[in-house]
């Protein structure tokens, strides 16, 4: 069955040190591959995607991700963190049922804080 | 460009009290438009998704139901709430990409409490 798991649920960073959010992901076809960002009390922003190419994909607000396939994983980074990057993350795999009916599956997603 | 919107902002309401939730999106046709429910420390709960006016599928068996009454609406419904639905709504239209995957894009949300 498809699955996303983000192993950490709290992670805290001092500003201005590097970020690395977790993605784990089971899904039998080549997965199209999503990073959502959420603010409290927001919906949710996509940061970031892979469907195919270039395993190193960027995103907005100075984010990227790696997609490996041998790891089934698809991690998150940030170089330097601002205190403006405080949020919750989630990983998504794209799914389909046929037809029209393609959904998200989500991790549980990891709360960002930084420290000033 | 396409923008989406949730109405209302935030809802507080009675237990047993009735409830509708409206989205709309704007600037594209025939999305594929959906509900999750955000509960506290549980992430995101898919609740119903529409590929169509009319055209409903639930995923979760509840005390909510759904209704897509026009291409670029999606209203999100109760006779009776439980306490048990609190939490933040959030309504998501679709974009195709490829292989059947759809790209999700959020509306602002809709903070519910049931008191």
């Known amino acids: 069955a498809q699955s996303v798991t983000q192993p950490d649920i709290h992670i805290t960073v001092s500003e201005g040190a590097s970020l690395e959010l977790r993605c784990n992901y089971s899904y039998g076809a080549t997965p199209y591959l999503f990073w959502y960002v959420q603010s409290p009390g927001q919906g949710l922003q996509l940061l970031l995607k892979?469907?195919?190419?270039?395993?190193l994909v960027q995103g907005i607000k100075g984010f990227e991700a790696e997609f490996k396939r041998s790891q089934s994983s698809f991690n998150l980074r940030k170089p330097s963190v601002h205190w403006s990057d405080a949020a919750e993350y989630f990983c998504a795999v794209g799914v389909t049922y046929g037809g029209s009916q393609g959904n998200l599956i989500f991790g549980k997603g990891t709360k960002l804080s930084v420290k000033p | 460009s396409q923008t989406i919107h949730q109405w209302p902002a935030t809802l507080v309401q009675p237990v047993g009290s009735p409830l509708s939730l409206e989205c709309t999106v704007e600037g594209t046709s025939n999305p594929n438009l959906y509900w999750y429910r955000q509960a506290a420390g549980r992430g995101l709960q898919l609740l119903f998704y529409s590929v169509g006016i009319g055209q409903i599928s639930s995923e979760v068996p509840q005390n909510l139901s759904a209704s897509r009454p026009q291409d670029r609406q999606f209203i999100l419904s109760s006779k009776k709430l439980l306490l048990s639905d609190s939490g933040f709504y959030l309504c998501a239209w679709g974009s195709f990409r490829d292989r059947g995957v759809y790209e999700q894009y959020f509306g602002p949300g809709t903070r519910l409490t049931v008191t």
């Open positions: 892979y469907f195919s190419g270039d395993t």
